[in-house]
């Protein structure tokens, strides 16, 4: 056997190898739990492995008499089905007992208990709200009187807002029917004297103070003031203190005030997300973008534990529900080196790919490579190819990445007022157009159907090539394939007209793309296949067929020209 024939041999038996082990490394790649815009139960799950648990952090709140917020925890472990949330059931029914006058303020605080002597009987049972406490005549005198011997600047300049008398939508707090302004903002001088706000949020906030002292109105004091109003109706003493210790604005606390308002029912899996991850600020973000999807992805967060949280809420992305199974030892090294492991993942579908195509180049068409085409334009080609499918792998693999988040339910949306004017109205801007998983899985159906026609290509012209036939008779019969090898059009046309149909239908989504989608597919295919793999292949029969058809001469046989020559001679 010559050295190419053995070369096409061994390339033959090696080809399935290729194919093998391309799809390993596809389904590898595929497998390890990192996403660009998205993040993977895997990768949670190895988050919060090790991390407390919503019923340990509860317990811990217990343990520090902060009975408030350990009953909203309580809420959230019950409601993502933590296993330790009975003992902390138990650890809190407990603590209503032996600490029953504490429960309406939510626990103990030795900073209110002068003023409020916190163990005497209230006369409320359960968990207070605490304006509830602070509205009264006598609180708010016994709090004026506490607040004004204050050496901080910042508390006597929040007192300093009593006489205003433009304060907006509330009655001014000097005048009759003005208690409930005079109840904020003595409830905001206490939490500011007893440090229970975050230092970012109480420097905004003696900033605003300021700026409406200097202009003698509420001003953007107000808005904080319906929030906090909001809050302060919903929230005990120590749950505001433990949320607002958290919260760095106050853009997020009219953010967690309107969370209270458009889903009161979720407040304790909102609450416990703030005091679990340490940032209010990123829970509502995370909230306010994703709606009620986010708020089941940071359920299911909560499930897997601290770690989890903080790692959902670092990224600001949702969960890929649809990702598969991966290795404990990749979801460890996709949390220490993110984008090392989302290369790696990229280049393993590249690779996975280039060697699926070239195994079963080489296994389908000539051994040797397509007829009259060197080597290197192989590689090349079936790179282009390999570029090409393995970012068709990303855009599937990643739900979100040409789909954009759904409007979230939770957004914020302010009254707008119209002017009435000559000037045209503008319309509404509209979301841009997304793709949707009907579409991507359309575009993915059609791309299969032209690879098998592709394929189905490939094996005629192998059987041609394969048959003990004169180049010439070769060529003719490539000519009479050549219906098979126009198939991806045909193909094409069809499914564009049948997505159009169905799309009339009413059987799938209107969606233009994917409709046309086939159409393309099947021009690219014909395309490689005739220009690939049919013109050089007819090329070669032609001159394998000319030099056939070429009659040979003997070396001594005298040539017709040389006989005329020697006879006129």
């Known amino acids: 056997m010559s050295a190419p024939a053995s070369h096409r041999s061994n390339a033959t038996a090696t080809a399935p190898l290729w194919v093998i082990v391309g799809l390993v490394l596809a389904v590898g790649a595929w497998m390890l739990p990192v996403n660009l815009t998205s993040v993977s139960p895997a990768l949670l799950r190895a988050a919060g492995s090790g991390t407390a648990t919503l019923g340990g952090y509860g317990r811990d709140l217990v343990d520090m008499e902060k009975i408030g917020p350990a009953q909203l925890v309580l809420a959230a472990a019950r409601a993502t089905d933590d296993p330790r949330a009975p003992m902390l059931a138990s650890a809190v029914q407990q603590a209503l007992q032996d600490q029953a006058t504490l429960v309406p303020w939510g626990g103990w605080d030795p900073f209110l208990d002068p003023l409020f002597n916190l163990r005497s009987n209230s006369g409320y049972k359960g968990s207070t709200p605490v304006l509830t406490f602070f509205i009264t005549e006598k609180a708010r005198t016994a709090l004026r009187g506490y607040l004004s011997g204050s050496g901080s600047q910042g508390v006597q300049a929040l007192l300093k807002l009593h006489p205003l008398t433009k304060t907006g939508r509330f009655v001014p707090a000097a005048q009759p029917g003005g208690q409930p302004l005079d109840a904020l903002i003595l409830l905001t001088g206490l939490l500011y004297q007893g440090e229970r706000l975050s230092a970012p949020l109480q420097r905004e906030l003696r900033a605003l103070t300021d700026v409406a002292l200097r202009e003698k109105q509420l001003g953007e004091l107000e808005p904080f003031c319906i929030n906090l109003l909001s809050l ?55 909230l306010i973008t994703f709606g009620k999807a986010g708020l089941d ?3 299911a967060a909560l499930g897997y534990g601290q770690g989890a949280v903080k790692q959902l809420l670092l990224h600001q992305v949702p969960i890929n529900r649809t990702a598969g199974g991966s290795f404990g030892s990749a979801a460890e090294l996709a949390l220490k080196y993110p984008q090392l492991m989302l290369a790696l993942k990229y280049i393993g579908y ?3 790919v280039w060697l699926v195509l070239r195994g079963l180049d080489r296994w389908l068409v ?41 409007p979230s339910e939770f957004q914020l949306r302010l009254p707008v007022l119209v002017a009435i004017s000559n000037s045209p109205v503008a319309p509404p801007s509209q979301p841009p157009p997304t793709m949707d998983t009907s579409t991507l899985l359309s575009i993915g159906f059609f791309a299969a159907l032209q690879v098998a026609m592709y394929f189905i290509c490939l094996l005629k012209i192998r059987e041609v090539a394969r048959q003990p036939l004169s180049p010439l008779v070769k060529l003719r019969l490539m000519e009479n394939e ?42 690219t295919c014909v395309a490689l296949v005739k220009i690939r793999h049919v013109r050089p292949y007819k090329q070669q029969l032609i001159l394998e067929g000319q030099i056939g058809a070429a009659p040979v001469r003997e070396p001594n046989e005298p040539s017709l020209s040389s006989g005329r020559s020697s006879a006129a001679l």
Do not use: C
């Open 232 to 286: 302060g109706r919903r929230l005990d003493w120590t749950q505001l203190s433990e949320l607002l210790r958290r919260t760095d604005s106050v853009k997020t606390v009219g953010e967690y005030a309107h969370l209270a308002r458009v889903a009161p029912n979720q407040l304790p899996l909102i609450y416990a997300a703030a005091l679990f991850s340490d940032s209010s600020d990123r829970v509502a973000l995370y």
């Open 297 to 299: 992805d940071l359920k």
């Open 350 to 352: 590249f690779l996975g």
């Open 366 to 406: 000539a051994p040797g490579g397509a007829p009259g085409m060197p080597a290197a334009m192989g590689h090349m080609k079936a790179g282009m190819l390999a570029v090409l499918f393995a970012m068709l792998l990303v855009v599937v693999t990643e739900p979100f990445l040409l789909k954009a988040a759904p």
């Open 482 to 523: 050549e219906n098979l090898f126009d198939g991806g059009l045909y193909v094409g046309i069809g499914g564009t007209a049948t997505a159009l149909v169905l799309q009339v239908l009413g059987v799938i989504e209107p969606n233009l793309l994917a409709a046309y989608s086939s159409n393309l597919f099947g021009i």
